[in-house]
């Protein structure tokens, strides 16, 4: 999750330092997908909203932890949050209006 007001420049800084990592510490880089900006269940440092991304790819552990390193001190990345991937399962959640419409 990105911070609401960061620059649309830097979402892809950051994206591009997590996929320079990854390969460099033999990790394979599957996708970056944007899911847009969500309202949050609970407000964060006051605000409301953030930007998700889904970060698909496959590491060892060296280079997860060092992924996780980098994320958890970059400016502007809110939260983070490392997963295994279920083959399959890997598109963006349907926006709450549409949920609620289901």
């Given at each position: 999750?990105?911070e609401?007001?960061?620059a649309?420049?830097?979402?892809?800084?950051?994206?591009?330092?997590?996929?320079?990592?990854?390969?460099k510490l033999g990790?394979?880089w599957?996708a970056?997908?944007?899911?847009?900006?969500?309202?949050?269940?609970y407000?964060?440092d006051?605000?409301?909203?953030?930007w998700?991304?889904?970060?698909t790819?496959?590491?060892?552990?060296?280079a997860?932890?060092e992924?996780?390193?980098?994320?958890a001190?970059?400016?502007?990345?809110?939260r983070?949050?490392?997963?295994n991937?279920?083959?399959?399962?890997?598109?963006?959640?349907?926006p709450?209006?549409?949920?609620?419409e289901?």
């Amino acid at each position: 999750m990105i911070e609401p007001d960061v620059a649309e420049e830097r979402h892809q800084a950051i994206i591009d330092d997590v996929k320079a990592t990854v390969s460099k510490l033999g990790g394979e880089w599957h996708a970056a997908e944007p899911w847009g900006k969500r309202k949050l269940a609970y407000e964060i440092d006051h605000k409301p909203d953030a930007w998700y991304y889904l970060l698909t790819f496959d590491a060892p552990t060296e280079a997860l932890a060092e992924v996780t390193r980098r994320l958890a001190i970059a400016d502007g990345v809110m939260r983070h949050m490392a997963v295994n991937r279920i083959a399959g399962q890997t598109s963006a959640p349907a926006p709450a209006a549409a949920a609620a419409e289901a």
